[in-house]
């Protein structure tokens, strides 16, 4: 490209931006052709969560933008009412070419089975054995005539047929894609079946793959998502490597003393711990401001509380975590449900905290539902195979997900730093239950840590159940204690 040909592509690609319509007009003209953001996004080539950002005020540029308004001035044009003409009067009609000649019939060598009836036949037309007149066709097995009869239904499957919702509707299991299966048998075919180099590309690509996913399994949703929303300061990093003023109470406790003697402890491994955390309460829209102490069980988000006094630190660990500094602080709603879920009558743990203010929005513990069930069959079915590359992958694209849905540069089809504390928090809330569990089964908790380790003296399987799906618990270290 000569200087003169740069300038030219630099001149076309400068000066303002197409203009688009609002954000409500966008959605309405979408909705008037009875079209989804899925089918919308194919055609432009972006995640339908991405056209749901757009269609809730987020603004696309450079050629992504022009594709967009492109669309938008088309459907306003269809949808525009268009002046009657007057039809042309009718050309005389053109001599129809004569139609092919019937096919020559073969002479096959000996008879093969009528594509009609079954019974032999000894002419085949265009590569179908068949009887030439219609008065040689026998009746078919089974007595039919023209037509073989269907083999009779069996009266009960061989085996139970397991459905899948898709929508409102649903499907048998065999009928769904299996994204995750296709993506790990391409990737040992393209590396030869090379496991290490196969998992390594799968890894790398969990990312996008789960946003797929994610979108997959949102259609025939009964809630559309928006991606991109505004969101309050409080959320955003205050610093480029600094934190947001989000708490998300990771546990990170020990017991400070055990009673003399020698002690077996087991520290147990609790199995896709992020996996479960995301059937968790989650906010659909862009977060609303409110002030008061009332928790509406219908909303989530965040919020400003004074947390209560913990007076079990011996024997528990605090359920918001390790915090030295007192007074209010931002926590998320799991947090925010397991306080008060501890305050009820049936626990009387703790006094229930103080709202002073809130972020949230109307909220669906089965957003993720679908995207969770989907992960967890595909590790269910890679550790009774033994299959480690699905097993890598599967781990990497949920872990990756929740990683990345805030302020990353890995993940441009989501920004929802809101759900990424939720979904951490509501891990960390689901170990703590699980501490609590065993401290009311008996055993002496020793540790929490994280979101997937619990250490615990006394017989634990009475009380966890030992593998590795996500309702079970492994070992991961045995240790004495003096």
């Not at 909705?31 to 972006?46: C, E, N, T």
């Not at 037509?147 to 009779?152: G, Q």
């Not at 103080?354 to 969770?372: D, Q």
């Not at 069959?377 to 699905?390: K, S």
Request: proline content about 11%.
């Amino acid at each position: 490209m000569s200087d003169f040909d740069a300038i030219d592509a630099l001149l076309a690609a400068s000066g303002p931006e197409v203009e688009l319509p609002p954000a409500e007009e966008r959605r309405a003209l979408r909705d008037a052709l009875s079209l989804s953001q899925a089918q919308v996004a194919r055609a432009i080539g972006v995640s339908p969560a991405t056209v749901g950002g757009w269609e809730s005020g987020r603004e696309p540029t450079g050629g992504i933008r022009e594709k967009y308004a492109y669309f938008l001035e088309a459907a306003r044009t269809r949808l525009t009412p268009q002046p009657e003409s007057q039809p042309d009067p009718d050309p005389e009609p053109e001599p129809s070419p004569d139609p092919d000649p019937d096919p020559d019939p073969e002479i096959l060598p000996e008879p093969k089975p009528c594509v009609l009836c079954g019974q032999p036949a000894t002419d085949q037309v265009e590569g179908f054995p068949q009887h030439l007149d219609h008065a040689e066709c026998g009746p078919a097995p089974g007595g039919a005539e023209d037509i073989p009869a269907p083999p009779a239904a069996p009266t009960r499957p061989a085996t139970p047929m397991k459905l899948v919702p898709v929508g409102r509707r649903a499907q048998s299991a065999a009928e769904a894609p299996d994204a995750i299966g296709r993506a790990v048998t391409e990737a040992l075919a393209a590396h030869e079946g090379d496991v290490e180099a196969a998992t390594a590309a799968l890894v790398r690509r969990a990312i996008p793959d789960a946003m797929a996913l994610l979108d997959e399994t949102r259609k025939g949703g009964r809630y559309d998502v928006v991606a991109h929303p505004w969101i309050p300061d409080i959320l955003r990093k205050q610093t480029s490597r600094g934190a947001d003023q989000i708490w998300e109470a990771r546990p990170k406790w020990t017991r400070p003393e055990l009673p003399p003697g020698a002690h077996e402890v087991t520290a147990l491994d609790i199995n896709g711990a992020y996996l479960s955390a995301l059937k968790t309460h989650l906010p659909l829209g862009q977060l609303e401001h409110s002030t008061g102490f009332d928790h509406d069980r219908r909303r989530a988000g965040v919020h400003l509380v004074t947390p209560p006094h913990w007076d079990h630190e011996g024997v528990l660990p605090n359920p918001i975590g390790n915090r030295d500094e007192p007074g209010p602080l931002w926590i998320t709603e799991p947090t925010l449900r397991l306080l008060l879920r501890l305050s009820s009558p049936k626990y009387g743990l703790c006094e229930p905290p103080t709202i002073h203010e809130s972020y949230t929005s109307g909220a669906t513990e089965g957003l993720l539902e679908k995207f969770r069930v989907a992960l967890k069959d595909a590790r269910d079915r890679a550790i009774n195979e033994d299959d480690e590359v699905t097993l890598e992958y599967v781990k990497a694209m949920y872990s990756k997900f929740v990683a990345t849905m805030g302020e990353s540069n890995y993940n441009r089809e989501l920004y929802r730093p809101d759900w990424m504390h939720l979904i951490r928090s509501q891990a960390f809330a689901n170990l703590w239950m699980k501490a609590y569990k065993a401290y009311d089964e008996g055993l002496t908790v020793v540790r929490a840590m994280g979101t997937d380790e619990l250490h615990v003296i006394g017989d634990w399987q009475r009380v966890f159940p030992e593998g590795r799906s996500v309702a079970e618990v492994k070992v991961k270290d045995r240790y004495t204690l003096n």
